[in-house]
């Protein structure tokens, strides 16, 4: 069983700051990557950023500059700045972990958070 946990979503005004995190727990051997993605009303969910290992990142286009994604052991921060409202959706954690050395790797998904960028 794995769990993800995640907290700091809300509602902020263009301009504003939010810091989602998402701590990760359970039958976890190792995590290769982690990210963030996010779903807006009647759009397709994208990614936003996400990190592999302890350092290398990617980001959507859409955001850099403005967010930045952090690990530290299971736990992965995304920090969000300048937040406009076409940032408005629902930020879901993934992970792709290993429950064992020599097991394949899984995806799993968080529960998402309503983040909402309004004035």
């Known amino acids: 069983q794995v769990q993800l946990v995640e907290s700091g979503g809300g509602l902020v005004q263009p301009g504003g700051s939010l810091r989602l995190s998402c701590a990760a727990s359970g039958s976890i051997f190792a995590i290769n990557a982690m990210g963030w993605y996010r779903q807006a009303p009647g759009k397709q969910r994208e990614l936003v950023a996400r990190?592999?290992?302890?350092?290398s990142t990617n980001y959507a286009d859409s955001v850099k500059g403005r967010f930045a994604i952090s690990r530290a052991e299971n736990t992965v921060y995304l920090q969000m700045n300048n937040l406009k409202p076409e940032d408005t959706a629902v930020y879901y954690c993934?992970?792709?972990?290993?429950?064992?050395?020599?097991?394949?790797?899984?995806?799993?998904w968080g529960q998402g958070t309503q983040d909402t960028v309004s004035s």
């Open positions: 993934s992970i792709r972990y290993r429950h064992a050395l020599l097991s394949p790797q899984y995806d799993y």
């Open positions: 990190i592999f290992g302890e350092e």
